[in-house]
């Protein structure tokens, strides 16, 4: 190999090298862009999974008539609605099973 051949090899082979490193730059902040996108995706995902489960659980209360509508909110401002104490007061925290019948329950 003469003297100009080496140093033409050894140019060459910087060349390569500088090439190498910058292409080891490109790929870290393609990485760090990729790893930034993840973790937004991670954030979003868990936002929509929140909105799915409470909408099921929203889901699995079953939609009442209209009239079964108002009954329940009179219950719930404290009065009865059964047949057997119409329009008497809930005690605090108190709750009738027969109430909750005529508003949820399966008959009519
Ligand atoms: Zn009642």
């Known amino acids: 190999m003469e003297k ?3 140093y033409d090899k050894f140019s060459a082979i910087i060349m390569e090298m500088q ?6 730059k490109e790929m870290r902040q393609l ?3 990729l790893m930034e996108e993840n973790a937004e995706l991670t954030i979003e995902n868990e936002h ?4 799915m489960m409470t909408k099921k659980t929203a889901k ?3 939609r ?3 009239s079964r509508e108002n009954l329940k909110k009179l219950y719930e401002s404290g009065f009865h609605v059964c047949n057997a104490s119409y329009g008497r007061r809930l005690d605090d925290g108190e709750s009738c099973l ?3 019948d005529i508003i949820y329950g399966e008959g009519k």
């Open 4 to 6: 100009n051949q080496i």
């Open 19 to 24: 090439s190498v490193i910058s292409e080891t």
């Open 31 to 33: 990485i760090s862009t």
């Open 48 to 51: 929509l999974r929140n909105q």
């Open 60 to 62: 699995k209360q079953p």
């Open 64 to 66: 009442l008539s209209k």
């Open 98 to 100: 027969e109430c909750l």
